[in-house]
């Protein structure tokens, strides 16, 4: 079955950098596009960005555009997030999702890796 | 690009329907039938329940319907069962940022 794996999180302060990996198993990944979307605590979902399958086209919202990357490594069915210039308000669980060939919405999700920024 | 618009909370009895909105604008809901709904338990991953509107993904029981009118879609839960207090989550195709998540609805099976 599918099977999505966060790791990398961590504690890091204002300004620093971390990057996350989600390791995919279960399926071709490269037939998908991924995307990673936060979650504050007690906050809701938002949306960071997504890659396409074979990594060439990419889409990042606003509020991530310049200090975070996407990519992947269809070799090792796995997907990152390069986040640099860390502030306060990118504390969250982060979670790998897989985007349904079909469609625009997200069908597997990863169980989230908690990072938090802070002095 | 504004989450969409949900209830903070919806609260029904067991056996009983309830109903999340989910307004957004002429850009994103009004725009696309890429309306999709999250189902999220405390301290899980969300877990998609509804997408396209309306079509279920194989397992999801078939007391959860969705639909849209205009630029606010919905989910309706029938037969309300205690395993469907949770926090639920629209999300929209958008023109301008791709996908945007509602603000979320946390529902009480009272």
């Known amino acids: 079955q599918v099977q999505l794996v966060e790791s990398g999180g961590g504690l890091v302060k204002p300004g620093g950098s971390l990057r996350l990996s989600c390791a995919a198993s279960?399926?071709?990944?490269?037939?998908?596009?991924m995307s990673w979307i936060r979650q504050a605590p007690g906050k809701g979902l938002e949306w960071l960005v997504y890659?396409?399958?074979?990594?060439?086209?990419?889409h990042y919202a606003d509020s991530v555009k310049g200090r975070f990357s996407v990519s992947r490594d269809n070799a090792k069915n796995s997907l990152y997030l390069e986040m640099n210039s860390l502030r306060a308000e990118d504390t969250a669980v982060y979670f790998c999702?897989?985007?349904?060939?079909?469609?625009?919405?997200?069908?597997?999700w990863g169980q989230g890796t908690l990072v938090t920024v802070s002095s | 690009q504004s989450a969409l618009t949900q209830p903070a909370s919806v609260s029904g009895s067991p056996g009983q329907s309830i109903t999340i909105s989910c307004t957004g604008s002429?850009?994103?809901?009004?725009?696309?039938?890429?309306v999709s709904w999250y189902q999220q338990r405390p301290g899980k991953a969300p877990k998609l329940m509804i997408y396209?509107?309306?079509h279920r993904p194989s397992g999801v029981s078939n007391r959860f319907s969705g639909s849209k009118s205009g630029n606010t879609a919905s989910l309706t839960i029938s037969g309300l069962q205690t395993e469907d207090e949770a926090d639920y989550f629209c999300?929209?195709?958008?023109?301008?940022?791709?996908?945007?998540f509602g603000t979320g609805t946390k529902v009480t099976v009272l």
């Open positions: 999702a897989r985007q349904d060939s079909r469609g625009e919405h997200f069908d597997n």
């Open positions: 279960g399926f071709s990944f490269r037939d998908n596009y």
């Open positions: 890659v396409s399958g074979t990594g060439s086209y990419t």
């Open positions: 002429s850009s994103d809901v009004g725009a696309y039938n890429y």
């Open positions: 396209d509107v309306s």
């Open positions: 999300c929209s195709y958008t023109r301008t940022t791709a996908h945007v």
